[in-house]
């Protein structure tokens, strides 16, 4: 039986876990760099391969069980992949009191997953970290191209996004007045942290494109986009938010396979640890 980061089988059962992950190989979509669909295979292997021991948290948080709740193959269409993922997500999400966690391919897998979240909870903020907008209508014909990733969060929830320093004119008319934090404010103020905190409340859906980071740090996505994120920042956001907010769900995005993918697997496979422990002390 293969578990999350070769944790011990009575920490990956699905009645006890507190936490589901769901992987989606997918890269049908993405128009530059290919590899996406490696993603979930070399964040597992990374997840292996790192101290089940949180420094910073004092916590062991996979004690509080995580349930790999298998991969979504769908690959024949957009649209079928988006179907399908939002079909699991409505199934894992009857499994009350567990944290909904997704492990892509690129970054039109959330799509399905957020469709899911947003019926089940009322007054849904999603967080989106990320270098690009993602907020086209359509793209080569399909509504669930990765470029429109969060468009249709766009119109349905308080949708907040971090890192933004990629985008086409035709998507700023999409951006949400004042929930928009682009790079190169972030980087001349001080207060930005707190500044996104205040348009975040209630329930929330975390999405995290890799890309959102700089990357000297994580280089293996699809657009590695200069001028991103750092980790320390980054994770003061993120435990802020967790301490806030009811974070119900959430996913990472765009880990490309590459000749060097092992730095950026690994912080990607950090970060998703560092969001369990953050969720877990929040409780």
Sequence with gaps: MQTYAGIPEENAQLESSKVVLVTVPYDGTSTWGKGADKGPELFLDASENMELYDIETGTEPYLE???????????????????????????????????????????????????????????????????????????????????????????????????????????????????????????????????????VSGNVYITIDLDAFDPSIAPSTGTPEPGGLQWYPTLELLKKVFEKCNVVAFDIVELMDSPMPKPTAFLAAKLYYKMLAYYHISK
């Excluded at 019926?119 to 509504?143: I, M, Y």
């Design 65 to 199: 069980g995580v349930y790999l709740a298998g991969e979504i193959s769908e690959n024949s269409s957009p649209e079928a992949m988006t179907e399908a993922v939002y079909q699991k997500t409505k199934e894992l999400l009857n499994q009350e009191g567990k944290l909904f966690t997704l492990f892509g391919g690129e970054h039109s897998v959330s799509i399905g997953s957020i469709r899911a979240v947003g019926e089940k909870f009322e007054n849904l903020t999603v967080l989106q970290l990320d270098a690009h907008t993602d907020l086209r209508p359509d793209f080569h014909g399909s509504t669930s191209n990765h470029a429109c990733a969060v468009f249709e969060a766009s119109q349905k929830h308080n949708l907040v996004q971090v890192g933004i320093r990629s985008g086409d004119i035709e998507e700023m008319q999409y951006v949400q007045e004042g929930n928009c934090f682009w790079a190169h404010e972030i980087h001349s103020n001080p207060n930005w942290i707190d500044d996104v905190l205040e348009r």
